[in-house]
């Protein structure tokens, strides 16, 4: 007897589900039996024969277990293509290297990986050191000028090319980095662009110069928007790393946040005077003796000044004999303090090392701040929720904005001290 076709072609339609539906169930149960790989990146901590301890950026320690089969491999810092990774074993890993290791999560959340690529740390340091040495042979200052279709900046106020205006183009490719509003260590900068690097911003490059210094190829920026105040001391709270300013510009008072990376220092009076005479456009000896003399260096510039300064005739008695001491330790000295021993604050006779300048002056305590010092910072912008943190705070500034030139602001003054330099070893390649 034939059967009804409807029901044969209902019959047949089952069974092809049935079939398609265990199918489907078999290929999800082996989807669900090998779960997606984990990845873990960190420092070694400590080692075993077939596993390591790392610690994650976030400070937690995890476990990696190397399979018999694992690929194991040492990249240099940087290193994009692992194609040409040197294979080692296990036995090179050694504590403080970074590994970055793929696979699957074993019992107790550790690792048990498959691929793992290796950056010894003696690399790491060498790089570090690298790209510290590139961003201070690069150009710094205020950003005067952005032609965004060009791709080129502006910049004044480079101590690479003597204050000249410096222009700078972005290569193809170059890495942009924002430096956060709370934040100007290099570490807390986020990617960026071009348009938003304004006139008025601080920035860096590192990258290649042409032969008279007038323009800069950059394979790296990092800029930001920073506070520029000058001004006197109101009041300090060193328990809560406070200072209040009265603002000259403002004639407002702005209450300050030191944090730990801050950089606060004294001048010695026999620095700010030289400072002063430079920006008076004195001659670099001036300072002691030749030409504008410290007294001339001390007062009020016409039309230029920033208010009722001391003059040098109230300067320490000891300033003079701090530059005495200066040469008698072998320094040369400028009148600015922009020299070290043998020269060391000048690179090939260039233009002032200013952060290496300003790591040997004397540091400086929110406590020793008294009512009425005059004191030129930087800050970070700050934001609804936090107050400006100082980046770098100068106190015996009395001379220096006596000459300087009216419209001069602190950051014109102090841009090539004060932006943070890189301490990462850039990237880690990737366990894929």
């Not at 209902?10 to 039996?33: E, N």
């Not at 320690?61 to 399979?67: E, L, P, R, Y």
């Not at 000044?305 to 072998?330: I, L, T, V, Y």
């Amino acid at each position: 007897m034939r059967g009804n076709p409807h029901n044969l072609r209902r019959g047949t339609v089952t069974k092809v589900f049935l079939v398609l539906f265990f199918a489907y169930l078999l290929v999800a149960v082996s989807v669900f039996a090998q779960a997606p790989p984990s990845k873990v990146v960190g420092t070694v901590k400590s080692i075993t024969a077939s596993s390591v301890v790392l610690t994650t950026d976030s400070g937690a320690d995890t476990t990696v277990t190397f399979a018999d089969s694992a690929r194991i491999v040492r990249a240099i810092p940087g290193q994009n293509d692992l194609k040409t990774a040197t294979p080692i074993p296990i036995s090179e890993i050694q504590v403080g290297d970074r590994v970055a290791a793929r696979g699957q999560t074993g019992d107790a959340g550790a690792l048990i990986a498959s691929v793992a690529i290796v950056m010894k740390q003696g690399d790491i340091a060498q790089r570090q050191q690298s790209e510290r040495d590139e961003w201070r042979r690069g150009v710094g200052g205020i950003v005067k000028d952005v032609n965004v279709p060009a791709g080129t900046i502006t910049v004044a106020n480079s101590p690479l090319a003597g204050g000249k205006p410096v222009i700078v183009h972005v290569a193809s490719g170059a890495e942009i980095k924002r430096y956060s509003p709370d934040s100007v260590k290099f570490d807390d900068a986020k990617p960026g662009s071009v348009d938003q690097i304004k006139p008025g911003d601080q920035l860096r490059a590192r990258g290649t110069k042409n032969a008279d210094d007038t323009e800069f190829t950059a394979q790296a920026i990092v800029s930001g928007s920073f506070r520029e105040i000058a001004g006197t001391v109101i009041s300090t709270d060193a328990a809560n790393g406070r200072v209040t300013i009265s603002d000259l510009a403002t004639k407002k008072p702005v209450t300050i946040k030191v944090g730990p990376d801050s950089l606060l220092r004294k001048l010695p009076q026999f620095v700010a005077m030289g400072i002063a005479v430079r920006l008076k456009g004195g001659a670099p000896g001036s300072a002691q003796g030749t030409g504008a003399g410290p007294q001339e260096a001390g007062q009020r510039s016409g039309g230029g000044g920033h208010g009722n300064w001391r003059g040098a005739d109230e300067a320490p008695s000891g300033s003079d004999s701090e530059a005495r001491a200066a040469g008698a330790r072998g320094e040369s000295h400028d009148g600015t303090g922009m020299r070290g021993h043998g020269g060391g604050w000048r690179s090939n006779g260039g233009p002032p090392d200013f952060q290496q300048m300003l790591a040997r002056m004397p540091a400086l305590s929110i406590s020793e701040l008294n009512k009425g010092d005059a004191v030129m910072l930087v800050a970070t912008p700050g934001s609804a929720k936090s107050e400006p943190t100082a980046i770098t705070l100068l106190s015996g500034v009395e001379p220096i904005l006596s000459a300087a030139p009216a419209g001069t602001s602190a950051a014109t003054i102090l841009s090539p001290w004060n932006l943070g330099e890189p301490s990462g070893a850039g990237g880690e390649g990737s366990a894929q």
